[in-house]
């Protein structure tokens, strides 16, 4: 996952040696608007807040939102007046939430909602389908670097597009099926691996949150199907700066 994006915010105005002031006047906002966001680590951007900073920070927005792509445009393009945005963007699929301890039922199961929202392009993984989950509850919200908190976002690249062995420390979205799949549960959860089992363990303030243990000898016969779907690559949330 990427850093936060005030350390990004941070390395192009060393890079540049603007101000926090002249920075933001030069991206057509408000003269403290990244003095605000630095000092405020729990609000982020909204995308059209980060391309507007991208302009005065001199670098591209799909970089400073998401550490994707170059981090500079090419000198040729900026004196060829606009970049089209769709370049660095994408538009991802909502494929439902993800919400840890809430199994619904097969009736209700709803993923083409046909709502789809702007992503980066993943420079390392192209050829793999984009998800975006909208995230509910607070499962996460402990996360390393950035806590995914409810009301989030998370861009995913979809597994079985991906040819990856499972590491431990994947941040992945992660599905559990019981009663012969008519019952589901889909949420976000760190792997852990073990000589013995395999655990999906939350990040969370909230100590309800439990593990999903996964014991390598576990019975096929169960009636319980756990498997990762999609591995979590850029997580923002749809709130203004205040």
Known sequence: MPRDIRERIQERLDETGKSKRAASLDGGLGADAIRDL????????????VS???????????????EAGPKTP???????????????????????PVAAG?????????DDLGEVISAPRDPEYPFARQIAYRVEGDSMDKAQP??????DFIICAAWEDLDLPEKDGLVVVVQQTLAQEQLRERSVKVLKLYKDRREFVPMSSNPEHK??????DADPNDGREVKIIALVRYVFDNQPIR
């Open 38 to 49: 630095m000092r405020r680590p729990d609000d982020s951007p909204t995308l059209e807040t």
């Open 52 to 66: 507007k900073l991208a302009d005065g920070l001199q670098t591209s927005a799909a970089w400073l939102a998401f």
């Open 74 to 96: 090419n000198a040729s393009r900026r004196e060829a007046s606009l970049v089209s945005a769709n370049k660095a963007f994408t538009l991802a699929k909502v494929d439902g």
């Open 102 to 110: 809430m199994f619904l039922a097969r009736p209700a199961f709803d």
């Open 146 to 151: 950035r806590p995914i908190r409810h009301g």
């Open 211 to 216: 593990s999903i243990v996964v014991p390598r």
